[in-house]
């Protein structure tokens, strides 16, 4: 791990769900994740043929850099080839990050803090809320996959405060 002075904090990724991802192989695909920001890179479990798979799995990201975008890769794990690509998409913390500077607090759960929409920049399939919730911010988001003929990804982002980091 890099020092704590670097860093603002952690990200968590809620890896939700998969809906409608490409077949690969003949009757399903054998999806996971791989999420990347700058070097570091993490991963989701395979979900056994299923394109709707739900994953229900946390992800960490060490937030050193609040500009860089996290990719994400979606593959389909094959045994004896190289797993195949089911698309990719990517998306930006600065919304979230801003929404956290905030600093809010005491706001009934459910209230909307900010709406990112969707356009030709990002790969947003609707609008992304950015929500208080049960005394936290947190961001959903339903990604459209790129380079693949269908799928999307819905993932929640929370913020996780290291003691002895920058913070935000």
């Known amino acids: 791990m ?19 991802l490409a077949k690969r192989d003949v009757m399903s ?6 999420f990347r920001m700058g070097k570091q890179k993490v991963k989701t479990r395979v979900v056994k043929k299923n394109v709707n798979p739900e994953w229900d799995e946390d992800l960490t990201l060490s ?9 994400l890769f979606v593959y389909d794990k ?12 990517e ?11 905030m600093k809010l ?22 609008e992304s809320c950015i929500v208080w919730t049960e005394g936290k911010v947190v961001q959903n988001l339903v990604l459209r996959l790129r380079n693949v003929e269908s799928g999307e990804v819905e993932l929640q982002l929370q913020w996780i405060d290291i003691p002895g980091s920058k913070g935000l």
Do not use: W
């Open 78 to 89: 094959d045994t004896f080839s190289l797993d195949d690509k089911m698309g990719d998409a």
């Open 105 to 126: 607090n005491e706001l009934p759960s459910g209230t909307i803090i900010t709406r990112v929409q969707p356009s030709r920049d990002n790969c947003l399939s609707g």
């Open 91 to 101: 998306f930006q913390i600065g919304p979230f990050v801003q929404a956290l500077r």
């Open 29 to 34: 695909s054998d999806p996971y994740i791989i």
């Open 63 to 71: 937030v050193e850099d609040t500009s860089l975008p996290v990719k």
């Open 2 to 20: 890099h020092s704590m002075e670097h860093l603002h904090g952690l990200l968590r990724i809620h890896v939700h769900r998969g809906v409608h």
